[in-house]
């Protein structure tokens, strides 16, 4: 009878130790889930491109309950604006758009917010007037072509649409550059939900059924993505403002440099505009390549000269920005994290050391 007693207190004391597991391993398992959160500020250009489609990526690697894309955005290009609708509506990662505290998802934002799984803005933000329009040396003129404002009109309805959002304000926002705050957007069902802050969007998606997955969003810890090096100044330099700049400078330095030659003014010049170019959307591999060209020319031309002048100094630049562009920054499941550091290593590494040992050997 005692050892009944005893055998069946330990059968009690087992399971309750199998159930203790298991409670600690789900409560471990929910304590697991993240969100990973990027945020949009400034134009749409060429970068945002790359950058969104990192972002994308590392959420699908890493296992992210899901991507927050904050927007803060007065618009941008539109192909890029596509390619971006584009990967969130490829990626198996359910993809949030939201406009923080004082912000805006304007033109290309717009898109972008309405192309996006779960839609959101916090209080007293807008987002609306997306008219297309032509960029010239006289400023901004609205597009009234019927082709293209009927084919954008298009994409936009049937962008709203696919998420059953209102297909009204869709082609409004074009015709007539409409524009709505939270509530109103909330209200005239072109978004789902108004959230002071990331985290109170969170709690408030919570369960919710995006891509055939259940959302664990409540208490999760949230993490930031950062881009890599080489997508940091791919960034900077596709500021449409600095690109331009850049292509400018570029110009009149080359102008410069033929007019006074052996100032170095013409080196300088075409690596601007080298720059500029990429910063406005030409292919970045090609333009890396031609600055690391440029940049062994340069080195090896300065070899001849007596002096480490302005020509060797020219070069290394070069080398290096054409050396940080020219590391992958495609699809994370071909390249790694880990593996671009390794990159970025061991491209600049040797050729900082190949510049000086070349100011010793000169």
């Not at 969170?202 to 891509?211: C, D, S, W």
């Not at 970045?284 to 031609?290: D, E, P, T």
């Given at each position: ?42 134009a749409i ?6 950058v ?32 971006i609708?584009?990967?969130i509506?490829n ?9 923080p ?100 969007l ?14 664990r969003?409540e208490?999760?810890?949230i ?60 292919n ?7 600055l690391i ?23 290394f ?16 499941n ?9 990159m ?11 510049g ?7």
């Open positions: 009878m005692l050892m009944g007693r005893v055998i069946c207190s330990f059968f009690v004391l087992f399971l309750c130790s199998i159930l203790i597991v298991i409670s600690a391993h789900v409560a471990g398992a929910g304590s697991d889930n993240k969100v990973l959160v990027l945020k949009i500020s400034g250009t060429p970068a945002s491109d790359d969104i489609a990192n972002a994308i990526a590392k959420a699908e690697n890493e296992g992210f309950e899901a991507l927050v894309i904050s927007l803060d955005t007065p618009g941008g290009g539109l192909e890029e604006t596509q390619a609708i584009k990967r509506r990626t198996t990662v359910p993809v949030i758009g939201y406009v505290e004082g912000g805006k998802a304007w033109s290309a934002g717009t898109f972008i917010l309405m192309g996006t799984d779960i839609a959101a803005m916090a209080p007293f933000t807008v987002m609306g007037s997306a008219q297309p329009v032509q960029i010239s040396v006289e400023g901004t003129k609205p597009i009234e072509d019927g082709k293209i404002i009927n084919a954008l009109i298009k994409y936009s309805v049937t962008t709203a649409s696919k998420h059953v959002r209102n297909e009204t304000f869709a082609e409004e926002v074009i015709t007539k550059n409409k524009n709505l705050d939270g509530q109103e957007a909330l209200k005239a069902g072109v978004i789902e939900y108004v959230a002071p802050s990331i985290s109170d969170l709690t408030q998606i919570n369960g919710k059924v995006v891509k055939g997955k259940i959302l969003t208490s999760v810890s993490e930031n993505y950062e881009p890599s090096l080489s997508l940091a100044f791919l960034e900077l330099i596709s500021n449409p403002i600095l690109s331009s700049l850049l292509l400018i400078i570029g110009l009149y330095g080359i102008i410069f440099g033929i007019s006074s030659l052996g100032s170095g003014a013409e080196v300088f010049g075409i690596i601007a505009i080298v720059l500029g170019l990429i910063g406005t959307g030409f970045i591999n090609v333009g890396a390549l031609f060209i440029i940049g062994v020319g340069l080195l090896a031309l300065e070899i001849k000269i007596p002096g480490f002048g302005i020509i060797g100094f020219a070069g630049i070069s080398l290096i920005i054409g050396s940080v562009l020219f590391v992958p920054i495609g699809d994370e071909i390249y790694t994290p880990e593996f671009r550091r390794l970025i290593l061991t491209v600049i590494v040797p050729t900082i050391v190949f000086i040992f070349l100011v010793f050997a000169i």
